[in-house]
């Protein structure tokens, strides 16, 4: 019996931007395993189905037991915050699939969200349309060394960066140490926009700059955009020249 899994994107958190194709895939589903916080985020779809929740930290535990539900001829969703490819599951789940014994009976099918760069983006204004990139601050996954790297090439190349998880009580200090490579390729003036739960509830939008921006009112919660050589504020938005002749 061939099973099917969805690696399924939910977008920032509120129904209302999620893609008509994760709602119908999860109503596909007969079985939904996430962390315990997406899991709330589409419970009033979960009626009927096997619900698994796992904390933050058992992301191999979560991938595991869907493609086991998988084998067994389930079909499967795996649900994430914002683009499942960025950050989230999609990799890991096909890292699982691909020495998986019952490989061949499992197919499988991501379904792209919007991701926070985009989502807190479009709160902000239009920060992103020239060439910008994402960098997470998490080394959870990533060495430091190899994130400060990255954060230094990513200034040399004059994008706009997209910064995720950017603190948390673990790593109090290490956006301190970012904006420190930061201030090496940019202006006091630099705009940095901050957008903390986008689309929520509890939603936040601040437009700053990075000689005014203070690290120690930044959580988990919170994204951060930073502009390139050419990004400026104007009537509170938050612009990056696309290259238009006007």
Known sequence: MKGKIYIIGLGPGDPDNMTVRAFQAIEECQVLVGYTVYIEQVKRLSAGKEIIKKSMGQEIERGKIALERAASGNTVGVVCSGDAGVYGMAGLILELLKDHPCREDISWEVIPGITSALSCSSLLGAPIVEDFCTISLSDYMTPWEKIILRLEKACEGDFT????????????????????????????????????????????????????????????????????????????????????RI
């Open 161 to 244: 960066i997209a910064i995720y998880n950017p603190r948390s009580l673990a790593r109090p200090d290490y956006l301190k140490l970012a904006l420190d490579v930061i201030k090496k390729y940019r202006t006091g003036d630099t705009p940095i926009g901050i957008v903390r739960n986008a689309y929520r509830e509890d939603q936040s939008v601040v437009l700053t700059t990075l000689k005014e921006f203070d690290p120690e009112t930044i959580d988990m919660f919170c994204t951060l955009i930073i502009g390139n050589s050419r990004t400026y504020e104007a009537h509170g938005l938050m612009i990056t020249p696309r290259g238009y």
